[in-house]
């Protein structure tokens, strides 16, 4: 089964996939772990007023653009995951904050352009509020394997790496605490969705690095002394359990 999206959007056109679920290739790759590991939303190089345009952005792109996109709808339709548009209540239609009566102009991925092209029917209205997030697709994308740089620049656009990166490196460990906290049951009940929605399978993380191991290693302890209540004055001092290890060695 192959995909090829082409569109004047250099995201779409970047999106390309063979074989769904195995082989994946894109223009836009997320950027290489060197230095110290970075903690997504905690770390003092993450400014959350630079990163706000960026995800907004991947908003826009991924309901005006991605979920009229068929190698999206088709990733969406095999890990069991509703577009906005598809959802039976309130569906969100485009990034646009237009009434029932008040279609959006036409263009090449506006709404009344997918009506016409039968991706959604005919007597859809528009909905009065725009609200959507991108948690959930993200977190579905992790959890089935789904989130190599191609498939993500195919759902969030050029802006992905800098809009949905930080929250992709945090469900990432997100995943990873939670195949440590729990059994496989639990962990796939706590990634099903309301609506049918279950995740159809769970499989290990991708691409995982060194230094994401570590990142993922120190946020650990450091939950494992706040189950402890092993902070403020009362916090381990890594330093010092370092010397003492190395001491002991």
């Not at 630079?50 to 826009?60: A, G």
């Not at 394997?145 to 992905?160: I, N, Q, R, S, T």
Request: include cysteine.
């Amino acid at each position: 089964m192959a995909f090829h999206h082409s569109s004047g959007s250099s995201a779409a056109s970047g999106f390309e996939y063979a074989q769904v679920g195995h082989a994946f290739a894109g223009h836009q790759s997320a950027p290489p772990l060197n230095g110290p590991p970075f903690q997504p939303f905690q770390d003092t190089q993450f400014d959350i007023f630079e990163w706000y345009p960026k995800f907004q952005s991947c908003l826009r792109y991924f309901l005006d653009h991605a979920q009229y996109s068929g190698p999206i709808q088709a990733v969406a339709a095999f890990v069991n995951i509703q577009l906005p548009f598809q959802k039976a209540h309130n569906p969100v239609l485009s990034s646009k904050h237009t009434g029932p009566n008040s279609p959006a102009g036409p263009g090449p991925s506006t709404p009344s352009t997918a009506r016409a092209a039968g991706k959604m029917p005919i007597n859809a209205q528009l909905p009065s509020s725009t609200h959507a997030t991108l948690t959930p697709y993200i977190r579905r994308l992790v959890a089935t394997g789904f989130d190599y740089p191609a498939v993500l620049h195919g759902f969030f656009g050029d802006d992905w790496v800098g809009g949905i990166g930080p929250m992709h490196e945090a469900e990432r460990r997100n995943y990873m605490f939670a195949a440590k906290s729990d059994t496989w049951l639990k962990v796939k009940s706590h990634y099903d969705m309301d609506g049918e929605q279950q995740v159809p399978f769970l499989r290990p993380l991708s691409n995982v690095t060194e230094t994401e191991i570590q990142s993922a290693e120190t946020q650990w302890s450091e939950w494992l002394a706040m189950q402890d209540w092993m902070l403020g004055p009362r916090a381990p001092d890594q330093e010092q359990e370092v010397r003492i290890k190395q001491e002991d060695d």
